[in-house]
């Protein structure tokens, strides 16, 4: 059974960095299309960021362009978000999702084939 594998949430101050990291596990010779969404209080899941299948191709919600960065390992099995200048806005539950495409274009998550266990960022001002 192929899952995904998330770490990295935590605590930090407004400002402070965290990286997340989500891993292919199982086994599996298909390289996905990953990113994260993000659930916070009182709103819906939010798309934050995808990479393509070979981490070539990009995408961030305006809400984090410019502070976040995804990217994936040589293997492209791992995804990273790097999270920097982090904002008590940025406090939510972090997925990371993965699907079989070699991209992924829609904004609600569905179509997506694997969910990471989420990870908690509490961001304090």
């Known amino acids: 059974q192929v899952t995904l594998v998330e770490s990295g949430g935590g605590l930090v101050q407004a400002g402070d960095s965290l990286r997340l990291s989500c891993s292919v596990s199982?086994?599996?010779?298909?390289?996905?299309?990953m990113g994260w969404f993000r659930q916070t209080p009182g709103k819906e899941r939010e798309l934050i960021t995808i990479?393509?299948?070979?981490?070539?191709?990009?995408w961030y919600a305006d809400s984090v362009k410019g502070r976040f960065a995804i990217s994936k390992d040589e293997a492209e099995i791992t995804a990273y978000l790097q999270m920097n200048s982090l904002k008590p806005e940025d406090t939510g539950v972090y997925y990371c999702a993965a699907t079989d495409e070699l991209y992924y274009s829609g904004d609600s998550g569905a179509g997506m084939d694997l969910w990471g266990q989420g990870t908690l960022v509490t961001v304090s001002s």
């Open positions: 199982g086994r599996t010779s298909i390289r996905y299309a």
């Open positions: 990479t393509s299948w070979n981490g070539r191709q990009t």
